[in-house]
């Protein structure tokens, strides 16, 4: 059988954007540095009042569609992974199917629908479910179409406000894929967790310090699960690695450990050795304090060695371009950092085609899960249909005082009227509230 993998993408961004340094931090009276040093967030999107998961996730995949020359009949399942739904029992992905179905010629009644639920790693396991019904031969010559969409919000005054974000990535799932080829390898970290939840209520109940510590612990457990099925990896195996990114400074504290892991009994970190000295090793130190003392003192100076910055500045670096400018998308967080990394790589005219990605997902509750993936020939072709930088470019900036009215239109508890900031065109729109109380959409032509 030919390999499966990802056949295409598509970003769309919420509408709207709040300038993290420029608008935020003076209200929160804080130092703009905390945003674009500390946290590595310039911007966050969010979604106009006439969008929402379903519009973004259907925008998405109209694009994507369109650009493919897909019809409905080409598509064998949708899967929606979000943490952002409105609907305990109609999955998100029905609403997208009657979205597409206003534009696109013939229905997708034949199409398995779905909607996959585990905080930010679901948009990742929807593609695992995809490959395994392309591998199992179930898909009768048909792609999966997966739509990670999701409106990251948090309580009002919540140190999670800082890395909101919304926007949706749709992916086709293909067998002989043009972007990339999806390793049969994974690894899991995965562990009954409290740490970021949102038991039947919109906004998280979250303990920011711990969800930090707890992403780290489980990615380390996934790295080494994949490990024992893949083999040791090195940190010049890869030409990139896009892990979850919650905020760039996540991924600079993971990227730090697992760099550390990598090199641990290769020649890099002999070559280290005369600097910074050889990693702490357990059985060498009496204490389990000194063996962690020893351990975060070799990281610190890990942190500021040449080879490290070279290697963070080349594998790590390009995937958080577009976090940097949009913040959290939850579930389809990992997939823009992939995007970003694969962008860059084009921007500087790069040859990866044959390059592994080592992949990290994360979500809160928690499960971290650790594969790679090939570059395909038609990955230049992919990335440059993209539009993001231009969207992006094209969104409203808001006052802290709209800010807020976005907030609160957007909060399913409150009722309040706000005149949209931008006027739809070629998109789906929220179209108000169904006799049983369901959202409608119409296109805007
Ligand atoms: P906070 O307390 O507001 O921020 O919350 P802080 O004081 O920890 O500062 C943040 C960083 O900025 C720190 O860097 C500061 O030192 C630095 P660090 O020490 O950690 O490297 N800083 C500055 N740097 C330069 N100049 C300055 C300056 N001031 C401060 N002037 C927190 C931060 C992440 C806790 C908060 O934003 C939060 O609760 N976020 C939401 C939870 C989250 O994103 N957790 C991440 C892991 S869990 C995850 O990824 C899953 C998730 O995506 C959900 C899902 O799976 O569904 C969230």
Known sequence: MTGVGIDAIEIWTGKLKLDLPGTFAPEKGDDPAK?????????????????????????????????????????????????????????????????LEQVFEGDFRH???????????????????????????????????????????????????????AGAVAMLIDEDPSLVELSPEQGYGSMDETDFLKPNQQFPSVDGKRSVQVYLAR???????????????????????????????????????????????????????????????????????????????????????????????????????????????????????RAAALKRALEDDMDIEGAKLLVGSYGSGAQAEIHHETVQEGWQEEIAALNIDE?????????????EKVHQVHNHDEDVEVEEFTVPEDEFAFDGWGRMGERKYRYVE
């Not at 973004?56 to 650009?67: P, S, Y």
């Not at 064998?76 to 109609?90: C, H, L, P, Q």
């Not at 999966?144 to 005054?157: N, P, Q, S």
Request: hydrophobic letters at 35%.
């Open 219 to 337: 990615m380390r457990e996934a790295l080494t699960d994949y490990e024992s099925v893949a083999g040791k990896t090195h940190p010049e195996e890869y030409v990139f690695a896009p892990f979850h990114t919650p905020f760039p400074g996540m991924v600079r504290k993971a990227a730090l450990l697992g760099y550390r892991h990598m090199i641990r009994d290769t020649e890099i970190e002999e070559a280290l050795a005369d600097e910074i000295g050889m990693q702490p090793r357990e059985e060498e130190c009496e204490t389990e304090e000194e063996y962690l003392d020893a351990v975060r003192e070799y990281t610190d100076a890990l942190k500021g060695t040449e080879q490290y910055r070279a290697w963070y500045a080349r594998t790590i670096d390009p995937t958080l371009d577009i976090s940097r400018e949009v913040g959290n998308w939850y579930t389809g967080s990992v997939h823009i950092a």
């Open 111 to 165: 199409a398995n629908k779905g909607e996959r639920k585990f905080a930010c790693v679901a948009g990742t396991q929807s593609i695992d479910d995809a490959y395994n019904w392309i591998r199992a031969g179930r898909n009768r010559g048909r792609a999966a179409l997966v739509i990670a969409t999701d409106t990251a919000l948090y309580e009002r005054g919540d140190p999670g406000e800082a890395t909101q974000g």
């Open 35 to 99: 945003y674009t040093k500390g946290l590595g967030l310039h911007a966050s999107s969010f979604p106009d009042t006439y969008e929402d998961i379903v519009t973004m996730g259907a925008n998405a995949a109209k694009r994507l569609m369109e650009r493919k020359g897909l019809t409905p009949e080409d598509i064998g399942r949708i899967d929606v992974a979000t943490e952002s739904a409105f609907d305990n029992s109609k999955p998100v992905s029905t609403y997208i199917a009657g979205c």
């Open 391 to 403: 969207q992006n470019e094209r969104r409203y900036d808001l006052s802290f005082a709209e800010y």
